[in-house]
């Protein structure tokens, strides 16, 4: 009982959020079974970060953040933003799913290791959430206190890697979603 409380609580909680167009319609196939609920996720983002250091997400700012495909122009005009260590950075999708028991658990880490997601993992063994996330990234230092470290052409192929990769991260979620619907629904 105690699980379908959670579960219940969770989904009213997503139902009245905001989520990524592009990573709803998965969540939505996870949710459609009573042994899961999506936590959080993201459909993978391309991301210029100011930061006084790397790794000091608190004291960050987010010069420029894209779901959909920004211009090479729009990425170069956040990097000029910036006046601390200023990173370029693609962030795969990712999805947090809490499983109803722990042997749903390892059968969805089983389904998640056939879709070719390896690094796939249990992240909280309270209530057996998995974390899905691709392993492609992108992460460069693209300016420092202002000054320009990436020229252009740089700037320019590391976004289209980024969004190749990006592209990758999102059709392993579909191969996914349809091995999902396969197992569990």
């Given at each position: ?54 790794g000091d997400k608190r ?127």
């Amino acid at each position: 009982m105690e699980w379908l409380k959670f579960r219940k609580r969770i989904l009213e909680k997503y139902r009245n959020s905001s989520i990524d167009s592009w990573i709803k319609e998965i969540a939505d196939t996870i949710n459609s079974s009573e042994d899961f609920v999506t936590l959080s996720s993201c459909s993978g983002r391309i991301a210029i970060m100011d930061m006084p250091e790397f790794g000091d997400k608190r004291n960050s700012v987010f010069l420029g953040k894209w779901h959909d495909p920004p211009s090479v122009h729009e990425v170069i005009e956040a990097v000029r933003s910036g006046r601390m260590e200023t990173w370029f950075i693609m962030d795969p999708p990712i999805i947090h799913v809490a499983c109803r028991n722990s042997e749903i658990a390892f059968k969805l880490l089983k389904c998640l290791n056939e879709s070719g997601f390896r690094r796939s993992g249990i992240i909280s063994g309270k209530r057996n959430v998995i974390e899905i996330s691709s392993s492609e990234r992108v992460e460069f230092l693209a300016a420092r206190n202002g000054t320009i470290l990436a020229d252009e052409m740089m700037i320019s192929e590391n976004l289209q890697k980024s969004l190749e990769k990006l592209e990758k991260s999102r059709s392993r979620f579909l191969g996914f979603q349809n091995r999902f619907k396969e197992v569990f629904l």
